[in-house]
């Protein structure tokens, strides 16, 4: 839904679905400099990103099966906490970096071990330092360059 600044009601777009515009356990929202809208579809395994009106702009796959995005100076943060060799094959839980412009992925944070689930939020600072959130264990979690 799209609401005014002073919370009018403006619009409404998408619905349940698999289909490009439609979502299943959208999870996640984020803007970028441009005001295009990136949205978190989970259970899609995708990213859809969407002008200020609603028009579908384009989908990205690369990010994972994102549970959150955050942005940053037109960095794109994504978190996967849910792919694995049975679910979005071939990819792994992790938060990959890239950037809104082209879309493409340059960092990768992945978990110590197999065994240690990534997080479903994630923020970063000025200074470049991750930040996950762990929403089960309510706890958030520093990754800092190596």
């Known amino acids: 839904m799209k609401y005014s600044p002073d919370g009018k ?6 619905h349940h679905g698999s289909g490009p515009g439609e979502f299943d356990v959208t999870h996640g929202l984020a ?13 899609n395994s995708r990213i859809q990103i ?17 549970s959150g995005v955050y942005i940053r ?3 794109l943060y994504a ?16 938060i990959r970096i890239g950037s ?11 978990a110590p071990d197999p065994s240690f689930e990534m997080p479903e939020g994630c923020t970063a600072d000025k200074n470049g ?18």
């Open 9 to 14: 009601f403006l619009k409404t777009w998408g």
């Open 31 to 43: 803007m970028d400099s441009a005001g295009r809208l990136f949205v978190a579809d989970r259970s």
């Open 50 to 66: 969407f002008d200020p009106n609603g028009k579908l702009l384009a989908i990205w796959k690369q990010f994972g099966r994102p």
């Open 73 to 75: 100076d037109d960095v």
């Open 79 to 94: 978190c996967d906490s849910q792919s694995s060799e049975k679910v979005n094959a071939p990819f792994h839980q992790g």
């Open 100 to 110: 809104v412009k082209d879309g493409k992925v340059t960092a990768f944070i992945s």
């Open 129 to 146: 330092n991750v930040f996950g959130g762990f929403p089960a264990k309510y706890d958030v979690k520093k990754y800092v360059k190596g």
